[in-house]
């Protein structure tokens, strides 16, 4: 008797991206807004127009993933590094 496997998860690129938008949107930086802003700069503006050119780019999912990795990894770092009380 034997058992059937388990499906295997299809992840593509726009999970990937979904993804990426997850961990900006923690930091009030979602599609399509300006976002946070410093001295002029909009923070969610060019990170609209970085993912922008990036899909354009049409990078491997793993590639995608990888982005994904570093913008967490920066936003988690961050906020451990200006937690009160460091």
Known sequence: MS??????SVINSDHCWRFIWDELKRVQIAP?????????????????????ALRDLKLPILAVHQVGLLVQATIRAAEVRFRPGK
């Not at 058992?3 to 295997?8: A, M, R, Y």
């Open 3 to 8: 058992e059937e496997p388990e499906p295997t």
């Open 32 to 52: 399509g807004s300006g976002g946070p802003f410093e001295g002029g700069i909009l923070w969610g503006q060019n990170a609209n127009q970085a993912i922008q």
